[in-house]
């Protein structure tokens, strides 16, 4: 069945970089976009950007663009999402989230169990 | 970026009650809007669509409406394993902003 498997939680110091992955199962990785999503404490979900795993594309959010990197690792169906420059605010359970397509619409179907990155001199 | 606003932000229901949550996009999106569930600890689940299809394995009792600006969640009635946070999300341009959340709690 479709999975999508996250890297464990990390504990970095403000200006430093996190690196998380998401590894997927079940599926043929070059199909689907993913997308990250984050959730910061007691806030709502915040989109963070895409990458589509075929054509390598992109597309950021603003509030993250010039921090982060998305990137794909076709060979192990594994996306990875980079930000750096960290503050406390980016304190948050980082979600990876498959991207498909009904049509010309597009939904988040399965979802990662999300990554916990605690950003605290 | 286009703004989406749901409303009510918490409402306290019992079960078996019928709910309806709304959300509203700051400028038309079609029928570009998702529905997720969202539980303490676990990722969000999608519900509904396009606005109103409702996504495979989600119970019947969940269904949306809607088109343009403004958008409705309905739950028939309401069951014990319902209670959570929904969010709308509009994927009609990049980024793929989210409500606020609605928080449906035990009455």
């Known amino acids: 069945q479709v999975q999508l498997v996250q890297s464990g939680a990390e504990v970095k110091k403000p200006g430093a970089s996190v690196k998380v992955s998401c590894k997927a199962f079940?599926?043929?990785?070059?199909?689907?976009?993913i997308a990250w999503v984050r959730q910061a404490p007691g806030q709502g979900l915040e989109w963070l950007g895409w990458?589509?795993?075929?054509?390598?594309?992109?597309n950021y959010a603003d509030n993250v663009q010039g921090r982060v990197t998305m990137t794909t690792d076709t060979a192990t169906s594994t996306a990875f999402m980079d930000l750096r420059s960290l503050r406390s605010d980016d304190t948050a359970v980082y979600y990876c989230a498959r991207w498909s397509y009904y049509g010309t619409l597009y939904a988040f179907d399965y979802w990662g169990q999300g990554t916990l990155v605690t950003v605290s001199s | 970026d286009i703004q989406m606003t749901q409303s009510p932000s918490s409402l306290s229901a019992s079960v078996g009650d019928r709910v309806t949550i709304t959300c509203r996009a700051s400028?038309?999106?079609?029928?570009?809007l998702n529905w997720y569930q969202k539980k303490p600890g676990r990722a969000p689940n999608l519900l509904i669509y396009g606005a109103s299809s409702l996504q495979s394995g989600v119970p019947s009792r969940f269904s949306g409406s809607g088109s343009g600006t403004d958008f409705t969640l309905t739950i028939s009635s309401l069951q014990p394993e319902d209670f959570a946070i929904y969010y709308c999300q509009q994927t009609y341009r990049t980024p793929g902003t989210f409500g606020q959340g609605t928080t449906v709690e035990i009455k």
């Open positions: 079940g599926y043929t990785f070059t199909t689907y976009g």
């Open positions: 400028q038309s999106i079609s029928v570009s």
């Open positions: 990458i589509s795993p075929y054509l390598g594309n992109t």
